[in-house]
């Protein structure tokens, strides 16, 4: 058994430590092999070398993470050390950190690259493909990857507009007794589409986007009649558009146009009897040029750790079912 001292600089031990320990207890789920024991501004790590190396380097990342944010929260520690983040804090620029599976610089520094192989798969598709299928369960970052590629794509000018959609059908609720007009009514469905654009675009920057319509956020109804040229257009949710849906969708493609349709076919929330038009799509579209179809797994869920346990868990419990 080895032990290793890391020392705490200019931080209140509280701010790493947490409110009775909680974000020791973080550290410590994370790095089992390894004992981790705080005292004031002084963390002892006890164990094999190997493990107490990993961990140091972690805390060392934590703290210039600290240091330049001026915060340490439990996500924020769960984010780093759950999906390896390597270079949270000082941004290279250079040519580089193509290699690194960047795909743009959001705000407060955050560096949004793609972080799994089937994320990496989606970049590298779209770059030779017009219209990519993303189908997985919640969590595998297939949407905020998605959204990442077209506010790439509309900070190089290679396209004039992002349009973003979902089918408006609820998951077990009814947006009819939400109060408000109809755009009242769906931006808090449509809100996740909203919150990716927040990590990648400044406040006053997306206020003037949607403004002019540059950046255009509207239910899948509203696609009905329209030419979408020189466009980048994700369709979010499309487990949940019927078979006309997206057939009427996928034929709005216009002139330098890049599609992305996204979905999780575990998730349909249509009446019964009512097939997915996503489930449908991807068993004949498969084999046509400029169209690729990439499947996320649990493998690549990058949310809380414990999202890829439940996914896990209710797969398994299907499964017994269909037995």
Do not use: C, W
């Not at 409110?19 to 164990?47: A, E, H, M, W």
């Not at 899948?220 to 969708?249: C, H, P, W, Y």
Request: charged fraction near 25%.
């Amino acid at each position: 058994m080895t032990e290793r001292v890391f020392e705490l600089d200019s931080i209140n031990p509280v701010d790493f430590y947490g409110v009775n320990d909680s974000k020791l207890n973080i550290y410590q789920k994370f790095f089992p092999k390894v004992k981790v024991v705080g005292r004031g501004s002084t963390i002892k790590i006890i164990g094999e070398e190997q493990y107490i190396n990993e961990f140091y380097t972690i805390l060392e990342k934590l703290v210039e993470y600290y240091h330049k944010y001026g915060k340490l929260s439990e996500s924020d520690i769960e984010r780093m050390i759950g999906v390896e983040v390597e270079s949270e804090i000082e941004i290279n620029h250079s040519k580089d950190h193509r290699n690194d599976h960047v795909i743009i610089f959001g705000n407060n520094g955050l560096i949004i690259k793609a972080r799994t192989a089937n994320q990496i798969k989606m970049v590298e598709s779209i770059e030779v493909n017009d219209m990519l299928f993303a189908i997985g369960p919640a969590g595998t970052g297939k949407t905020y990857t998605a959204v990442a590629l077209a506010v790439k794509a509309l900070k190089n000018k290679e396209i004039k507009r992002i349009i973003l959609t979902r089918p408006a059908v609820e998951a077990g609720e009814n947006l009819g007794f939400l109060p408000g007009d109809l755009k009242d009514k769906l931006d808090p469905y449509l809100q996740p589409l909203y919150d990716a654009l927040y990590d990648m675009i400044p406040p006053e920057k997306l206020v003037q986007y949607i403004e002019n319509r540059v950046i255009q956020i509207a239910p899948l109804a509203f696609m009905r009649g329209r030419t979408l040229d020189n466009a980048f257009v994700i369709l979010d949710e499309a487990q949940n558009a019927t078979i006309s849906q997206l057939k009427m969708f996928l034929t709005r493609m216009g002139k330098n146009a890049k599609f992305i349709i996204t979905g999780d076919i575990s998730q349909v929330d249509l009446p019964k009897n009512t097939p997915s038009g996503l489930s449908h799509a991807i068993q004949f579209l498969n084999n046509i040029k400029g169209i690729d179809i990439i499947y996320l797994n649990t493998g690549d869920v990058i949310r809380h750790r414990l999202v890829k346990d439940i996914i896990s868990a209710y797969q398994k419990s299907e499964e017994k079912k269909n037995q």
